[in-house]
């Protein structure tokens, strides 16, 4: 029994995405997806309903090493013009003086897009450390990046790793919660 749970969760993990990301969301205007494997991206781009509904972006500094990476797909009829830029190098460059954040390469994916309509967004995928310790500060860079980007909509899709009761070494989900309640900047439509 623990053989097929494990073939189950993990053998088939990357098939078993691509078949949940073409049966049941192919749709989407947006897919944050975090800890990518650089082969789950070729095994993407193979798939017909996935690569032609969706620009598949990766991290500038992709880790192909370690496989926990950030990557967006952005539907092709909602942002025909792809990504403009990656921004992850400005989000990195606002993070808080002084903190050290446990962040690697291809953790965080920031990118500016424009819609069909016009509309400016940040779309961010994050995947947080293991316990959690880097949500706050990436939250608060993105958050100051956002603010020097007026009538630009945020979406944000992140693998917080907090926990239901935090200590000094892992990120309690409350905290995390009363700084969106302090910090959290309203996006109004232009």
Sequence with gaps: ??????????KQKTQK?????KNSYATADVICLQE??????????SVPE???????????DM???RDQNSVVLLSKSKFPNGCQEEITHDVEAAFPSGV????????ILALKCQSSTGQNYVISSFHGD??????IP????????????????????LDANVYETGDSKKQDCMEVRSWECVNSVRYEAP
Excluded: Y
């Design 1 to 10: 029994m623990k053989s097929e749970i494990v073939t189950a969760l993990n």
């Design 17 to 21: 995405t691509l078949d949940i990301i």
């Design 36 to 45: 990518v494997s650089a082969a789950f991206i070729g095994h993407a781009m």
């Design 50 to 60: 996935i690569s032609s509904a969706f620009n598949i972006i990766t991290p500038r």
């Design 63 to 65: 880790d192909g090493k």
């Design 100 to 107: 050290k954040v446990p962040v690697a390469k291809g953790d």
């Design 130 to 135: 293991t316990n959690g310790l880097a949500t």
């Design 138 to 157: 990436v939250l608060t860079a993105l958050n100051a990046v956002m603010k020097t980007l007026p009538g630009t909509r945020l979406i944000f899709g």
